[in-house]
């Protein structure tokens, strides 16, 4: 009777697979990504790599010595703590972060304007008592901006009842609210000290939300050249609440991670942080290998650091608020060295 | 979840070099090999040395890049936080943003 390896499912449970089961679900991961974003499948070596990590017995995995990445953490801290700034210093003292991010728990641009100076106090007084780069991050979230919490008219209601061009004037005319927010924010963080911004989870609401994004990173590099700009996404695939958005003549709508990185690459960002969602009744293995597969294009194309989001349901990592130490590892491992990231 | 995944594969922050390669990255755009090899090439150590907390710890001292106060050990009287931050600018011949906010504040040009 073949042994069975303790292993996790994406939402974190505990499950005990055979060797022959994880190899299979690896190969299923990849056949999903390959068909569905029309990419290459992994190599044979890179597949008995992931088999190797995925049904070891060791509780941890580590990449090898001299393989180690940059860790940008967005949203760094755990806000326990109650003292913002302060969790900048413990991410950067306790937890070995290379790049830290002050962010406000109404984690949007839109709700930050509204506390905007005392964000931006913290930026300058987070900034004497840090050493390494320090950002600040917010979800563009252009949902935000429709009706009854914005002023747009919601498209998620006008799309049902066929009004379509009225559902793309709406996300047109929130767009434009929410770059004026994003920009104020990074004109204001940029005066305070910030060594860059993030737009995270951008494309949430869809492609008007990765546009207004694109066309806020193009403002900034033009106008503080020496200001990081990081751009982490939402999802694998950009979804068309619009379906007619392009940026520089490229439709946003269904792209994949490569034509992501393609877009935000010429809009000037300096780091791309592709995602990929967890499917939480598949495997670690599945999940993992599905990811690493859709994002292989991208590291091997870029010529910005790739830092690829690993946290709580995303990239392998189990969704999970306590995603396990064993599968943490191994998704980390994984996404390093078959990828060769810049970072996580 | 950071700690699992500062152990598994990251740099190791101010400990190591991870803070210098991160900013090379954010304010550069350098993809990781090269950012090691500029940060490696300005400290004058190898690439290896740049995860290495004992290689480190003397070169963050040498160059006045900031050190992380333990238990038993504090550095009162070498560079920290923002000041540090002078020398990296300095260092790694890269602007940061906090340093030039600082200077301009506090008039020194």
Redesign the interface.
């Known amino acids: 009777m073949a042994q069975r390896i303790p292993t996790r499912l994406g939402d974190g449970s505990l499950v005990e697979m055979t060797r022959a089961e994880v190899e299979a679900d690896l190969h299923a991961g990849v056949e999903v990504a390959a068909r569905r974003a029309k990419v290459a499948p992994l190599a044979d070596d890179e597949i008995a790599h992931l088999l190797d990590i995925f049904t070891s017995p060791a509780r941890?995995?580590?990449?090898d010595?001299?393989?180690?990445?940059?860790?940008?953490?967005d949203g760094?801290g755990n806000a326990d703590t109650g003292l913002p700034v302060m969790e900048q210093v413990l991410?950067?003292?306790h937890?070995?972060?290379?790049?830290v991010e002050l962010w406000h728990h109404d984690y949007s641009y839109k709700a930050v304007r509204t506390v905007l100076s005392f964000q931006a106090q913290m930026m300058?007084d987070a900034?004497?008592?840090?050493?390494?780069?320090?950002?600040y991050g917010a979800m563009p979230d252009l949902g935000r901006y429709s009706q009854p919490d914005g002023p747009a008219p919601n498209w998620s209601e006008l799309l049902p009842l066929g009004r379509i061009e009225e559902a793309r004037r709406a996300q047109e005319e929130a767009a434009g609210h929410l770059e004026h927010d994003m920009l104020v924010v990074a004109e204001t963080m940029?005066?305070?000290?910030?060594?860059?911004l993030d737009f995270d989870t951008a494309g949430a609401a869809g492609d008007a939300d990765l546009l207004a994004t694109l066309r806020v990173v193009r403002q900034i590099r033009d106008r503080w050249p020496?200001?990081?700009v990081?751009v982490g996404q939402a999802a694998e695939l950009v979804l068309g609440m619009h379906g007619e958005l392009e940026f520089e003549g490229r439709r946003l709508a269904g792209m994949w991670p490569l034509d992501q990185l393609r877009a935000v690459t010429a809009a000037g960002?300096?780091?791309f942080g592709p995602a990929v969602n967890v499917n939480t009744t598949k495997s670690l293995a599945w999940n993992t290998a599905r990811a690493c597969a859709l994002v292989k294009p991208v590291t091997a194309e870029?010529?910005?650091?790739v830092h690829m989001n690993?946290?709580?349901g995303v990239g392998g990592?189990p969704m999970s608020p306590?995603?396990p130490?064993d599968a943490?590892?191994r998704a980390?491992?994984a996404?390093?060295d078959i990828l060769k990231?810049?970072?996580? | 979840?950071?700690?699992?995944?500062?152990?598994?594969?990251?740099?190791?922050?101010?400990?190591t070099a991870?803070?210098l390669?991160?900013?090379m990255?954010?304010?550069?755009?350098?993809?990781?090999q090269q950012?090691k090899q500029h940060v490696a090439d300005r400290l004058g150590c190898s690439?290896?040395d740049l995860?290495d907390t004992i290689a480190m710890h003397d070169l963050r001292r040498d160059f006045g890049?900031?050190r992380?106060?333990v238990q038993d050990l504090t550095y009162p009287d070498e560079p920290?936080?923002?000041e540090?931050?002078f020398h990296?600018a300095e260092t790694l011949d890269?602007?940061?943003?906090?340093v030039e906010?600082?200077k301009r504040h506090a008039g020194l040009g």
């Open positions: 941890f995995s580590a990449v010595y001299g393989d180690e990445v940059v860790l940008s953490f760094a991410y950067q003292n937890h070995g972060a290379d790049m300058k900034q004497l008592q840090t050493v390494v780069p320090l950002n940029i005066a305070a000290g910030a060594d860059g020496d200001i990081g990081e960002a300096t780091i870029s010529t910005i650091p690993a946290g709580m990592v306590y995603p130490v943490t590892s980390s491992r996404l390093v990231l810049d970072g996580l | 979840m950071a700690s699992t995944h500062a152990l598994a594969s990251g740099m190791g922050g101010m400990r991870g803070d390669v991160a900013r990255q954010i304010t550069r755009g350098m993809r990781l950012a690439v290896l995860s890049l900031g992380i106060q920290g936080a923002i540090a931050k990296i890269v602007p940061v943003n906090s906010c600082f």
